[in-house]
């Protein structure tokens, strides 16, 4: 008789072998008359738009104009770059069962699962959203806003003082733990441990691990491997926790997303995500809410640790309750320094953007990267300016670190109150210098800062 923990190797397997092959169940895409791009080889247009993205997505804005074309593995097929707002606006308001942004997602597939709503499209994604949503409406965010307020002072308490160290260090152990916590709802120290290095291993992967997924072969060594191996132990730990909870006598009283998820029911009253979605779900979460929001945080460091002015100003907010603020200086990190460098879909039909043409199977988006840079969008782009959020938004699709439309991230909001909670500890008790200059590197799907974003703490006069 097998057991749980090889049903679920079994189940970890399987998701690896179903969803590792990039652009499967693409229609063939017909090349010609796409917008110009570079004609290098397609494994080093690949290399480059996941490891040189800063340096590749400006140059190939100058080089070929506002809409040009990339060549991706496997067999070549196109990603089309827009960076125009009237382009991101045609983008997200398009038809989502012609723009599916799954497919264009697929690459975090093996992690993610097929459930994930980062990688559903059509019909369900539209149920998933739909039972996901609950959990991060307005009246659950308040729910949350304590808790995450709890642990970041707590956390924060604990950080070194006099001695520089790396920011983002300490806002992925923080955040990490409000995943852990807030998210999972996972509360014995035992599991948090084991959780911890697994989950921090799943986040640390390069881009060649990324591309070797869509060469299936690859698994079976090196560190293709040990990435499957780390997610067995993952899924393991993940299910346990999911079955406890079942069986949880006070699964009503808890406040956890895990716990509200279980709590929703289809229409004939039964469980409305499986297991396997709610880990699909859960590990997506993970992905897209923990290193994202720490990495925001820890450039926002590095920017007011840098500028006496911001950081008084940052210090007062904190100790007024000034949350619009310090949400502010959270949103102009984002814009000033990305994480995610853009939005894709790929088209199921051939639809025409900006007057050009464009066929079934090609990948379309914005550019984050180029949009938060354009001085059309954003004066003087390289000055750091948190008033540009202050009583007003942007233009609308110049500001996308969430995406847009129907699929704009459902975690927006959580990300923006756990990151002005989590500055409003840190400001209110620490004078906040940077430590020398940094600048983004590609950790995988992310940047993050090359050097940590280093900064020293020393308690408030």
């Known amino acids: 008789m097998a057991t749980v923990e090889q049903d679920v190797d079994d189940l970890t397997d399987a998701r690896f072998r179903r969803m590792s092959g990039l652009g499967g169940g693409l229609p063939p895409v017909d090349r010609t008359g796409l917008p110009p791009g570079p004609r290098w080889p397609v494994l080093v247009q690949s290399a480059a738009l996941l ?15 506002d809409t040009y074309t990339v060549r991706l593995i496997p ?51 539209k149920r998933a959203r739909k039972l996901l949503m609950p959990a991060f409406n307005g009246h659950a965010l308040r729910d949350y806003q304590s808790l995450v307020t709890e642990l970041a002072r707590a956390d924060v ?8 160290f790396r920011s983002l260090d300490r806002m992925n152990a923080l955040t990490l733990e409000v995943i852990l916590r807030v998210v999972f709802g996972v509360t014995d120290e035992s ?16 881009p060649g691990i990324l591309l070797g997924w869509g060469y299936p072969r690859l698994q079976r060594f090196g560190p293709w491997k040990a990435t499957v191996e780390n997610q067995r132990e993952l899924d393991r730990l993940i299910y346990a926790e999911i079955r406890e909870r079942r069986a949880a006598g006070d699964l009503a009283e808890r406040r956890d997303v895990l716990s ?27 992905l897209a809410g923990h290193e994202t929001t720490a990495t925001a945080l820890s ?46 879909r790929t088209l199921m039909a051939p639809v025409t953007i900006g007057g050009v043409d464009l066929p079934a ?26 008033e540009r959020f202050l009583g007003q938004n942007p233009p609308a699709n110049t500001w996308i670190p969430f995406g847009g439309g129907v699929r704009r991230c459902i975690g927006a909001g959580f990300s923006l109150m756990e990151g002005v909670a989590i500055l409003r500890e840190v400001f209110a008790s620490y004078d906040v210098e940077t430590v020398g200059a940094d600048r983004p590197k590609v950790r995988n799907i992310t940047s993050v800062p090359r050097r940590g974003a280093p900064v020293r703490m020393r308690p408030r006069r």
Request: include cysteine.
């Open 157 to 164: 308490a604990r950080w070194p003082t006099g001695e520089p």
């Open 51 to 65: 490891r040189f993205r800063h340096w590749f997505h400006p140059w190939l804005r100058r080089r070929y104009g």
């Open 260 to 286: 509200r998820l279980m709590l929703e029911r289809g229409e004939d009253g039964a469980d409305a995500l499986s297991d396997t979605e709610l880990r699909d779900q859960l590990v997506t979460l993970l």
């Open 361 to 386: 199977g090609a990948t379309v988006g914005p550019s984050i990267l180029v949009a938060h840079q354009r001085s059309e969008n954003h004066p003087d782009p390289e000055v750091f300016r948190p």
């Open 299 to 344: 450039w926002t460091l590095y920017e007011a640790g840098r500028d006496p002015a911001l950081l008084a100003r940052c210090q007062r907010a904190a100790d007024e309750g000034d949350d619009d603020f310090l949400d502010a200086v959270l949103k102009e990190s984002m814009r000033l320094h990305p994480v995610i460098p853009m939005v894709v």
């Open 75 to 125: 067999q070549g097929r196109p990603l089309v770059f827009f960076t125009r707002p009237e382009h991101a606006r045609e983008i997200f308001a398009g038809d989502p069962e012609v723009f599916h942004a799954g497919k264009g997602n697929a690459i975090l597939g093996p992690i993610m699962g097929e459930h994930s709503l980062l990688l559903q499209d059509g019909a369900e994604h």
């Open 191 to 206: 599991r948090l441990a084991q959780l911890r290095p697994r989950v921090n291993r799943t986040v640390d992967i390069g």
